[in-house]
């Protein structure tokens, strides 16, 4: 690599992160589906599927989280970024984690753990250490939130080297709530600042001011459900919990209602990430009840489609702002979230009963792939160009708050 794209790509975490989390997101489900057919070459002990759901959560999911926290808390706490040999160093430990996990290599299983749990607890340390040299607690809800994924990795990954098989799944489950808890509270900070954006791109004043209850009342009840499954309720008490959470997140869809500009397509690709959130919680709390489908089913809509969108979402924000661009998203990019979103609808529909012709998965692979290379080719360009003397950012000046 040449020296100069080095630097330019390790000057800010989200130069160097989402375009690693955007392509291993694209790349990984095609070799899952279309050339594994749903294997992979080295997993024995571990079954494939709890393997895949490893490394879209952890693997594509927790490459754009240390994009987003490397990015994002420097300006919440006005400190310089990290950048340079601290970044390639997290880069390092995050790709040791997949070269082990795209493989399903159970034989070095221990190693791709401790990469995984290295990158999150220097993330921890990093919050922590802001949050004390600036006496600050502006962070102390993502502290709370890496400490519950750390606590949820460390369960399943020890039933990973167990071959205990249905608490690795539970503890897989466990780590897409916990990334759902980390969705809210980022949504609940990003969705301000960018809609105050739209209405005024001027930033001479803040119209829209979000009611204050609804900022952590989803990540809260996301909290109390993975209690209760830590706790071992009963499947229907956690089912009520799970739907009781996805609609907090639905709650928040209400905050899209701005008037025309509810058309504008970050607007709708924020709000449309904490419905499927929502959706799915409740889809896999009404599982639990006795609704006829599976659990994995209402996982899948709000994982692959809340937390996904919710992803690609801020890659673009963040892709325009970040790179001194106002915002405004391509055709391209739009067709992309469309591409996404139409991504969960082709999975779920076998589950549901849905019939329709042609192998389903493998065009849900596609279009899901397809999304993440557009956005890609997209940003590239400005990902890769020298930073500008006048950066975006991700809260407007004056906040109103």
Known sequence: MPASLSATLSDEGFRLFFPLAAVYAAIFPLLWVLALGFDLPLAHTVPPMIWHAHEMLVGAFGAALIGFLTTAVPEWTDTPPLRGWPLWGLAGLWSAGRVVGALGWDGLSAIGALADLAWMLVLFGYLLHLSIRRRTDRLLAFLFWLGVLIACLVM???????????????AVHLIGYAFLGLLGIALARITVPVT???LD?????SPFRPHPGRLNLAPGLVAVAIAGQF??????????????????????????????EVARAEILMLAGSSALAGT???MAGASALGAPWAEVTGLHVALMGGLGLGVFAVFCIA?????GRPLGLSLPVRMGALALTAS???RIFPDLGVSLPGPLHSAAALTWSGAFLIWTAAYWPAVTAPPSQQSGHLEPKRSGR
């Open 344 to 346: 969960v609808a082709l």
């Open 231 to 260: 706790a071992g309720l009963s499947p229907s008490v956690t089912g009520y919990l799970l739907i009781a959470a996805g609609a907090a997140f639905m709650d928040r869809v209400a905050e899209a209602f701005i008037g025309r």
């Open 201 to 205: 791109p001027t930033e001479t004043s």
């Open 196 to 198: 105050n954006l739209v």
């Open 280 to 282: 799915g919680l409740m």
């Open 156 to 170: 399943a990954r020890g039933a990973f080297l167990t071959a205990d098989i249905d608490r690795a799944a539970m």
């Open 319 to 323: 892709g325009q702002l970040h790179t």
